[in-house]
């Protein structure tokens, strides 16, 4: 499955598709929104990756 999000800004939903083994893309025409993105993916994608294993 893929996740297209356009205008994702910060990059939620494409994060959230990557740790729950899907692929995930977002586009932003904002470089800030992009930089911001790609700062707070891996902290994010730990959270999701650690909250995903826990509820199965």
Do not use: C, E, K
Request: a positive charge.
């Amino acid at each position: 499955m893929i996740a297209l999000h356009p205008f994702d800004s910060t990059g939620t939903t494409a994060s959230a598709a990557n740790a729950l083994g899907r692929v995930g893309t977002s586009v932003d025409l904002s470089p800030a929104y992009t930089q911001f993105a790609a700062w707070r993916s891996q902290p994010l994608l730990d959270t999701v990756r650690r909250r995903a294993t826990t509820r199965r």
